[in-house]
Nanobody, 123 residues
Framework: QVHVVESGGGLVQAGGSLRLSCAASGRTFIDYYMGWFRQAPGKEREFVASIGSRGTSTYYSDSLKGRFTISRDNAKNTVTLQMNSLKPEDTAVYYC????????????????WGRGTQVTVSS
């Protein structure tokens, strides 16, 4: 069992930045592949980024690559999503999730989820 809690969401103007954090507890953090997903009102949950257990492998949604950066600190059991040049269409609830490798962009195969943190980007 892995428990994950997101933080760092909020209201930001277009062009601004936010840094989301995900704190994990429970079983050995380094065993898990971590991902960020988001869900906007009326839309399906979509893949944002993911990172391998040792932080050397990262994957991004093609539409977000270059603006978002995922990283992890296994000593602190945290995963971070740095979001730059934010746009109103980035407004969504952002979720952190964990799974046993291999990597995946499919939300349904992730085993553990946080409750999400709201990100709102104003125009």
């Amino acid at each position: 069992q892995v428990h994950v809690v997101e933080s760092g969401g909020g209201l930001v103007q277009a062009g601004g930045s936010l840094r989301l954090s995900c704190a994990a507890s429970g079983r050995t953090f380094i065993d898990y592949y971590m991902g960020w997903f988001r869900q906007a009102p009326g839309k399906e949950r979509e893949f944002v980024a993911s990172i391998g257990s040792r932080g050397t492998s990262t994957y991004y949604s093609d539409s977000l690559k270059g603006r978002f950066t995922i990283s992890r600190d296994n000593a602190k059991n945290t995963v971070t999503l740095q979001m730059n040049s934010l746009k109103p269409e980035d407004t969504a609830v952002y979720y952190c999730a964990a799974k046993i490798p291999p990597p995946s962009r499919i939300s349904s195969v992730y085993d553990y989820w946080g409750r999400g943190t709201q990100v709102t980007v104003s125009s």
